[in-house]
């Protein structure tokens, strides 16, 4: 049974950091791009940052660059998205994603972790 688990999620004031980890059992992330997505109250989930299989390229959306770092370490299973100079509109269900290789769309998706960016 694959399953992704989020975790580190919580409330932070805004200019702080978190630190979200997404632990994979029964699939080997080392064969998956791997994504990060978020979805805010009363807004359609967004992509937040992606990586490539071996860690060599990520992909951030614009509101994010220079915020966020998305990282890996396959011999964990386990993928980290590092978020500094957290905002209030940051806030929102943080998931990742797992694609196959080649594939256009995420087949695996984990439960997500709140993130509350707020005074």
């Known amino acids: 049974q694959v399953q992704l688990v989020e975790s580190g999620g919580g409330l932070v004031q805004p200019g702080g950091s978190l630190r979200l980890t997404c632990a994979a059992s029964g699939l080997s992330l080392s064969r998956y791009t791997m994504g990060w997505f978020r979805q805010a109250p009363g807004k359609e989930r967004e992509f937040v940052g992606r990586?490539?299989?071996?860690?060599?390229?990520?992909y951030y959306a614009d509101s994010v660059k220079g915020r966020f770092t998305v990282s890996r370490d396959n011999a964990k299973n386990t993928v980290y998205l590092q978020m500094d100079s957290l905002k209030a509109e940051d806030t929102a269900v943080y998931y990742c994603?797992?694609?196959?290789?080649?594939?256009?769309?995420?087949?695996?998706w984990g439960q997500g972790t709140q993130v509350t960016v707020s005074f």
């Open positions: 990586i490539t299989w071996g860690g060599s390229n990520t």
């Open positions: 994603a797992a694609r196959t290789i080649g594939a256009e769309n995420y087949a695996y």
